[in-house]
């Protein structure tokens, strides 16, 4: 009997063609549940800050939405943009501004190449890639990005003029970088600050399920570096109130505001400021705080199951993975090598997981070793059926 | 006495120090009520099509938003994506993924030209030169862009390489394209079929305030002369419901879809399906005819009251201006090429026109002839203290 039989003889509910997927970060319906409550009990507002959010104007986001984009950023609303939907487009924006006309401290070209810390989020690689940036991985310590790969490729490369970082609950592995590790990369990257994009992606800034250490804020540790003007520190609601349809932020040095809006004049009349009008009302009604509690309270149950099957493999000596404290992923290393072979089993047996590769750059996972797993979207039930097929999958072929 | 004081002592409320506006297109706030009345009577909601649209997915759109944008445009559902909130960004992206990967018909690099009617829409011209693109310019026939003049230029210009066009209540001239103009266009443009991008803006596409001629569609257009693979056809509900938080559309052949909705994967995780369902609610109340129409009752006394100013100063000979149908816009064309000095003597007077060139690419109007006027967005009574003081400009000026 092959593996696949056996594994489908053990587990007869396979049967049932229900397909599992572990692939994407996507909320669950219970956690969006919790957002819809909120939303049904206020009004769409129509002027807010003195504004009326129903026309065009203000490029740079209502007052009060960057105050919003400020408390979770951990940064001055004054230096926060609060604009459309996707901190990702604006990553795209700011890339293409830095390519076509050059930020001060950031001027890209053909032949920029940008540093990775991996594994990574598969769009950003992507991005980079379309734009036709060479990327250079760089492995992780334990409290950031190994530092001593960072100086020998800032040191080595030509060209180097970038690096993209997810700073807290990594995606995928979960890393949140301490003060120290931020503090001695933006040292090491000022040799270079006269080029540079800080890409810092704080997509889970307060997104915490266990103790998880405090950082202090990007912008403070850039200024204090010198690197200030080369930080585009962005983040978003997209994980907090509702996917694809929150508010996304960007926070960097006034003289980047002014290129940027600038240069968004010619690519948009504007953010969606009855978005901004309605996220700011939801946040009178539940604070940040009690919103990701109520989030946890539904997520945390599913990151303590996974990690059991995960912890179970490790103890075995068949993965490596670290214990993320909040974020939405853990990232599996197969010991063996045989990540590509556990995806496609997992596939045959109805379980989607992400193609092998793609946490790293240009999909390439010479080791083939990592796996992301996305445990947010399924119910606790589904979860369970999920990691049971991975475990096994795993197992059988050890 | 000078112009300025002359002026001061005939319109003695210029004391008030009120500002007067005529720059963008902006919608009025009555036009906005009537929006926010029919939003106020409908739930925003949660599920639609069959799907949770609190969540990220559908990158190509809702089902019921892709006909709604079908049906502004006259295209089908099936070859039309709903998107983000904006066109100009949709535009930003269809250039971005033509320069760096390419569309199999419309391969973007840094020769590329784009041919530009003009006098055109300034956010469009910036665009495309904050790509580096060189831009030449074509004048307006009666019907549309002056033909024998594009066949010149794709005769002799290398590296042409694509068009932008405002199909229906041009922006600013408020040309509408003849279905003959178009399909001679197309059959022109067919000769570098291999390679050429046409940016097709319908922003207006259902914005008539008078009769106006029908127009079949351009999709069809472009089949039957062999440019489908060539079109990209942009609209937008943001001057049908409300500025800057309506939905943009994008119609094109489905190996374009195919390969911009996976360009897009890098770019966003997916349009704000919560806006598109409620547009698709806000339709079931009203029918974009019936709101189109009412609009008219607050624009078309604008154009009225505008145009009463301007054919008083046509008939004198001190400008030349096209009647527009719809829209947004009037064209102003000094016929003494005295369009600097008018716009710099309103400035000082309190009434802001856009800079002088902002109708032509790189700004550059070296005849010194067009200014774009907006009448929207004043009230009534506003507006009519606007055209005083452009009109006593001009004439004094004169």
């Known amino acids: 009997m092959n593996i696949l039989e056996q594994i489908r003889k053990e587990l007869p509910w396979l049967e049932d063609k229900v397909s599992y997927d572990l692939t994407r970060g996507k909320p669950s319906s219970d956690q969006l549940d919790i957002s819809q409550q909120y939303?049904?009990?206020?009004?769409?507002?129509y002027h807010i800050d003195g504004v009326d959010i129903r026309n065009y104007g203000l490029p740079e986001g209502l007052p009060s939405a960057k105050a919003l984009g400020a408390d979770i950023m951990g940064t001055s609303a004054e230096e926060t943009l609060a604009l459309d939907n996707s901190s990702l487009s604006l990553m795209q924006q700011i890339l293409s501004c830095g390519y076509f006309l050059g930020f001060d401290k950031a001027k890209l070209d053909q032949n920029s190449k940008f540093i990775c810390p991996v594994p990574g989020y598969d769009r950003h690689f992507k991005l980079l890639e379309n734009f036709g940036f060479e990327m250079i991985s760089i492995p992780f310590a334990d409290d950031g990005p190994d530092l001593q790969a960072l100086a020998q490729v800032l040191e080595q490369e030509a060209n180097v003029a970038g690096i993209v970082c997810v700073p807290r609950h990594s995606n995928p592995t979960g890393h949140s970088y301490s003060?120290?590790?931020v503090s001695e990369m933006f040292n090491l990257i000022s040799q270079k600050k006269d080029n540079f994009m800080i890409l810092w992606d704080n997509?889970?800034?307060?997104?915490?399920?266990?103790p998880t250490i405090k950082q202090s804020s990007a912008n403070e540790i850039a200024k204090n570096c010198g690197v200030w003007d080369n930080l585009f520190h962005l983040s978003s609601t997209s994980k907090i109130t509702l996917a694809g349809s929150g508010i996304?932020?960007?926070?960097?040095?006034?003289?980047?505001?002014?290129?940027?809006?600038?240069?968004?004049?010619?690519?948009?009349?504007?953010?969606?400021?009855?978005?901004?009008?309605?996220?700011?009302?939801?946040?009178?009604?539940?604070?940040?705080?009690?919103?990701?509690?109520?989030?946890k309270e539904v997520i945390l149950p599913k990151f303590e199951l996974t990690e059991q099957y995960l912890s179970e493999l490790q103890q075995e000596g068949l993965c490596e993975y670290k214990s993320p404290?909040?974020?939405?992923?853990?990232?599996?290393?197969?010991?063996?090598?045989?990540a590509k072979e556990i995806i496609d089993h997992c596939d045959q047996l109805g379980l989607k997981?992400?193609?092998?590769?793609?946490?790293?750059p240009n999909g390439k996972d010479s080791a083939n070793r990592t796996i992301r797993i996305a445990p947010t979207f399924p119910d606790l039930q589904s979860l369970e059926r999920c990691m049971q097929i991975f475990s096994k999958v795993v197992k059988y072929l050890n």
Do not use: W
């Open 39 to 45: 939303l049904e009990k206020i009004n769409q507002p």
């Open 179 to 181: 003060d120290a590790n």
């Open 203 to 210: 997509a889970y800034a307060c997104h915490d399920l266990k």
């Open 248 to 295: 996304a932020f960007l926070s960097m040095s006034s003289s980047n505001i002014n290129q940027f809006i600038d240069y968004r004049n010619s690519v948009t009349p504007g953010p969606n400021k009855m978005n901004q009008g309605l996220h700011v009302e939801y946040f009178k009604t539940i604070s940040i705080e009690e919103q990701m509690n109520k989030l």
């Open 325 to 338: 404290t909040g974020g939405y992923f853990f990232t599996f290393d197969s010991t063996s090598g045989k």
């Open 353 to 360: 997981l992400l193609p092998l590769g793609s946490c790293h």
